[in-house]
């Protein structure tokens, strides 16, 4: 069986950035996203481009069973998945007041949950090869204190942060690593769509990432097994403050809060 890399949330943004990054690599692909279109164009792409295998099958991640369907299609096709990229993830401009429960759960099934249930799944073949590296693509929001926008979205960063060191220390010594990585602001096309592009206009230029750049530092960290990546000097430098100065950084949260406004 040929080696493959699964990436979700893959049609645009941080995500389609990874697939070419590892299609350069020579990694073969299954993309996972809500929007057909786009993934048929992407796949089309690589393929001709990069001269890879690739295939796509479009999901929603806010559907419980899409985790087990991705996994059992990965198995039907015989893709062999060493490389898994949770990448998936959208943000809520609405205030927590104003969302019903039902948005909120979705929210935490996508960006939570999801993750949680594929790299279950994914583990176990892992396991029986001796070799497999997890990236789950997190946000500097994980170290950044409460914030009165974007509710939900530091604490569960945080959540996968702490999952993701959970892995590395009971499956590191088995062969299979976690590398979460952590940009800042992300520019993509999904703030608009997301109702953010207000706030991200107001987002230094000297603070704004370009997507390429977060996915090549991200997979590089992967491939040496880093359990942590946080793209940009800056952004180190202001995750460090957050840690030991959190009482100083608490008076500017709001501009620190949720890098990545997107939902492929």
């Known amino acids: 069986m040929s080696k493959y890399a699964l990436i979700t949330g893959a049609s645009a943004g941080i995500g389609k950035e990874i697939a070419e ?6 990694y073969n692909l299954v993309l996972t996203a ?15 481009k990069y001269d890879i295998s690739a295939d796509y099958i479009t999901s ?20 062999d998945v060493e490389v898994l990229i949770n990448n998936a993830g959208y943000g809520i401009a609405d205030q927590f007041h104003e969302t019903s429960v039902e948005v909120e759960e979705k929210f935490i099934a996508v960006l939570g949950t999801s993750v949680i249930t594929l790299t279950k799944l994914f583990i176990g073949d892992m396991l029986k090869r001796g070799t497999g590296q997890i990236m789950i693509v997190s946000s500097v929001a994980a170290f950044a204190p409460p914030s ?17 060191d959970a892995i590395n220390v009971n499956y ?20 608009t ?5 207000e706030q991200m206009d107001k987002v230094p230029g000297f603070l704004k990432l370009d997507a390429r750049r977060v996915a090549r530092e ?3 960290a992967m491939l040496q097994r880093k359990s942590l990546c946080i ?28 890098g990545r406004y997107k939902r492929n």
């Open 21 to 26: 990054v590892l299609a350069e690599k020579k």
């Open 34 to 48: 809500r929007r057909e279109d786009r993934l048929i164009d992407l796949i089309s792409e690589l393929k001709q």
């Open 60 to 79: 929603d991640l806010a559907d419980r069973n899409a985790p087990q369907t991705l996994y059992d299609f990965c198995k039907s096709k015989n893709y």
């Open 148 to 164: 009165t926008i974007q509710v939900l979205y530091g604490p569960i960063k945080t959540f996968m942060n702490r999952f993701s």
């Open 172 to 191: 590191k010594h088995k062969g299979i690593s976690s590398t979460a990585l952590c940009p800042g602001y992300t520019v993509t096309e999904f703030h």
């Open 193 to 197: 769509a997301s109702g953010t592009q």
């Open 218 to 220: 991200g997979i590089d």
């Open 231 to 258: 793209p940009g000097k800056r952004y180190r430098f202001l995750v460090f403050m957050m840690n030991y100065f959190s009482f100083l950084i608490r008076l500017g949260s709001n501009a620190l809060t949720g």
